[in-house]
């Protein structure tokens, strides 16, 4: 079956401006997962879905970021007034259930570039 | 935060060869997974440990949750050149109806054929 799907799988953008980024995750999964991955280092936690709510954003860096999940399925990380230090890939991964332990199936990423 | 050491930061081998690689926490965790990712993907599961002192194996892959819950370790055994890609550890941390992976930086190897 289709995996957990990101679009775009690139985005360059200026300094300053809005992007959005979305995430399709696997059909049936109700946790959903963005984590941010910079060069060289291991995915840090963004926010988690379970269902239609944010159960944790403290990975969030600030109030420039927002996540929602409006019908508990594909998820849109949105990001206000870009800087620089916003350039990573950005993950998402989706669980079957919030069971401990569940697998997290991870996307492509999206390669977010902000100049 | 909570962080994991892992180390090496990178392995240069030659195919047939076995590599081990390890990750510790300061603090303890309940689960440890041992991911792999190969360029422009995301990270893929290779093992998951759910008991300290738990030996687990998959295929060629080997990983032990260390009994003190503070580290984990993984071995490939006779190393392919599709082996070649990142190694991350992440620990599972559940705490307050949330649920979240704390990865280490990684190991890229390299084999060479």
């Known amino acids: 079956g289709a995996g957990v799907s990101q679009t775009p799988s690139n985005k360059v953008t200026e300094k300053g401006k809005y992007v959005e980024l979305r995430c399709d995750p696997i059909s049936g999964h109700t946790a959903l997962y963005w984590y941010r991955q910079s060069l060289g280092q291991g995915p840090e936690f963004l926010i988690y879905?379970?269902?239609?709510?944010?159960?944790?954003d403290s990975g969030l860096p600030n109030d420039r970021f927002f996540a929602v999940r409006p019908e508990g399925s594909v998820s849109t990380l949105k990001i206000q007034r870009t800087e620089r230090g916003d350039s990573a890939v950005y993950l998402c991964?989706?669980?079957?259930?919030?069971?401990?332990?569940?697998?997290?199936?991870f996307g492509p990423g999206t390669r977010l570039l902000v100049l | 935060g909570q962080q994991l050491n892992q180390s090496p930061q990178s392995m240069f081998i030659q195919e047939g060869e076995d590599v081990s690689m390890n990750c510790t926490s300061s603090s303890i965790f309940n689960t440890w997974l041992w991911y792999k990712q190969d360029p422009g993907e995301g990270p893929v599961l290779l093992i998951a440990l759910y008991k300290a002192g738990e030996l687990t194996s998959n295929g060629r892959l080997t990983a032990q949750f260390g009994i003190t819950r503070k580290d984990s370790f993984l071995n490939i055994s006779a190393s392919i050149p599709s082996d070649v890609g990142i190694y991350f550890c992440?620990?599972?941390?559940?705490?307050?109806?949330?649920?979240?992976?704390?990865f280490g930086k990684g190991m890229k190897l390299t084999v060479n054929p």
């Open positions: 991964a989706s669980s079957l259930t919030t069971q401990s332990g569940e697998t997290q199936y």
């Open positions: 992440a620990g599972l941390i559940t705490q307050g109806g949330s649920e979240k992976l704390v």
């Open positions: 879905f379970q269902g239609t709510g944010a159960a944790d």
